[in-house]
């Protein structure tokens, strides 16, 4: 009767399994029918020779990728002390 019991139990948990990813494809499907229905989005415009080459000369002149990777973990060490703040002042341990 147990050996009986078990498969029933198995059956029905293959089935829920079955249901589920069954809802799961559907709703991929769903959201991939929908997506192509949608226009297609506009081509960047172009720039001007002139201008890229003028970008390019001022990118080389000025190297500023090291104070954009200062300022980025100056904010990423701000947020993570208002972070740590958070559960300092519910335990009232600052202001």
């Known amino acids: 009767m147990q050996w009986l019991l078990d498969h029933f ?7 829920v399994v079955y249901v589920i990813n069954a809802v799961i494809a559907a709703l ?9 229905l949608l226009p297609n989005m506009p081509s960047q ?3 001007p020779g002139a201008i890229t ?4 000369v001022a990118y ?7 104070l954009i990777a200062y300022v980025a973990v100056f ?4 947020a993570l002390v208002f ?3 958070i559960p300092l002042r519910w335990i009232k341990a600052t202001d």
């Open 28 to 36: 991929g499907s769903f959201i991939a029918t929908v997506l192509g």
């Open 9 to 15: 139990v198995l059956y029905i948990e293959q089935g």
């Open 75 to 78: 904010f990423g060490l701000m």
């Open 83 to 85: 972070v740590v703040m």
């Open 45 to 47: 415009p172009t720039l």
């Open 53 to 56: 080459d003028a970008a390019r």
């Open 60 to 66: 080389e002149a000025a190297d500023v990728g090291w």
